[in-house]
Nanobody
Framework: QVQLVESGGGLVQAGGSLRLSCAASGRTFSSYAMGWFRQAPGKERQFVAYISWDSAITSYADSVKGRFAISRDNAKNTVYLQMGNLKPEDTAVYYC???????????????WGQGTQVTVSS
């Protein structure tokens, strides 16, 4: 069992930066692939990024590639999402997820955090 708690969301102007954090409970954190999804009002949940258990593999949605960076610190049971050059269309609730293997598909993730709101003003 893994419990995930996100933090770091907030209101930022377009062009600004935010870093989201996701703290995980459980001693097996280092064995899980981790990821981030987001959901804007009235829209479907969207893949953002994932990272393998050893940080060797990362993947990003085209819409965030070059602006966002996912990383993890297994010693701290934490995964991060550094977001830069934010745009109003990045406004959404961001969810931290964990799974046995990395995937772009939300149904493959067994554990979800409660989400953190990111709002980008123009």
């Amino acid at each position: 069992q893994v419990q995930l708690v996100e933090s770091g969301g907030g209101l930022v102007q377009a062009g600004g930066s935010l870093r989201l954090s996701c703290a995980a409970s459980g001693r097996t954190f280092s064995s899980y692939a981790m990821g981030w999804f987001r959901q804007a009002p009235g829209k479907e949940r969207q893949f953002v990024a994932y990272i393998s258990w050893d940080s060797a593999i990362t993947s990003y949605a085209d819409s965030v590639k070059g602006r966002f960076a996912i990383s993890r610190d297994n010693a701290k049971n934490t995964v991060y999402l550094q977001m830069g050059n934010l745009k109003p269309e990045d406004t959404a609730v961001y969810y931290c997820v964990a799974s046995n293997r990395p995937s772009r598909w939300s149904h493959e993730y067994d554990y979800w955090g409660q989400g953190t709101q990111v709002t980008v003003s123009s």
